[in-house]
T-cell receptor, first 114, second 113 residues
Framework: AQSVTQLGSHVSVSEGALVLLRCNYS??????LFWYVQYPNQGLQLLLK??????LVKGINGFEAEFKKSETSFHLTKPSAHMSDAAEYFC????????????FGQGTTLQVKP | DGGITQSPKYLFRKEGQNVTLSCEQN?????MYWYRQDPGQGLRLIYY???????QKGDIAEGYSVSREKKESFPLTVTSAQKNPTAFYLC????????????FGQGTRLTVV
């Protein structure tokens, strides 16, 4: 069965510092991977997705993620944190890509300090 | 603008009552999904529907029911059999013909009082 693990339920960085949110997955088939962001009492917004076209994926708001098959990881990074990046981030895996039947990680809350 | 509309945003229910959450999409997506979100647990799939008049149970379907009479609509009923219904409920939709992402509504926060 597929699963997703996000390391660290809370991450705190200073404004301007590197953001690194970790995601590891387990899958017996090549996965489709997604990162979503959620602001308080809001729905989820897609940041980026991996669909096997390129291992380094660029998303919105300056975020990017690298698919590393050997490490079964899909970590999310941003070179310089902004206060507006404070939110909850979810990593998710899809078995086939053309489905909203996603398996989510537990989520990581990002705090950005002035 | 195309999107997914969930209503109401906040909902209060007395114990023992059934309540229905609305989800409407105008994205012409075939597939629709209901997720439940609890703090620290991520999102868990309740029910999903890939075509009209057909739906399947997700991982936590007990105490919930759905219908899919129209492509645009996928209402979720939280029944009195759901032991712990207080949660944030998210509806999503997705195309089924190519690799794409799921689009989410803004959610409904249900509180049992």
């Amino acid at each position: 069965a597929q699963s997703v693990t996000q390391l660290g339920s809370h991450v705190s960085v200073s404004e301007g510092a590197l953001v690194l949110l970790r995601c590891n997955y387990s899958s017996s088939v090549p996965p489709y991977l997604f990162w979503y962001v959620q602001y308080p009492n809001q729905g989820l917004q897609l940041l980026l997705k991996y669909t096997s076209a390129a291992t380094l994926v660029k998303g919105i708001n300056g975020f990017e993620a690298e698919f590393k098959k050997s490490e079964t990881s899909f970590h999310l990074t941003k070179p310089s944190a902004h206060m507006s990046d404070a939110a909850e981030y979810f990593c998710a895996v899809s078995p086939s890509g053309n489905t909203g039947k996603l398996i989510f990680g537990q989520g990581t809350t990002l705090q950005v300090k002035p | 603008d195309g999107g997914i509309t969930q209503s109401p945003k906040y909902l209060f229910r007395k114990e023992g009552q059934n309540v229905t959450l609305s989800c409407e999409q105008n994205l012409n997506h075939d597939a629709m999904y209901w997720y439940r979100q609890d703090p620290g647990q991520g999102l868990r799939l309740i029910y999903y529907s890939q075509i009209v008049n057909d739906f399947q149970k997700g991982d936590i379907a007990e105490g919930y029911s759905v219908s899919r009479e129209k492509k645009e609509s996928f209402p979720l009923t939280v029944t009195s059999a759901q032991k712990n219904p207080t949660a944030f409920y998210l509806c999503a939709s997705c195309r089924a013909d190519r690799v794409t992402e799921a689009f989410f509504g803004q959610g409904t926060r249900l509180t049992v009082v």
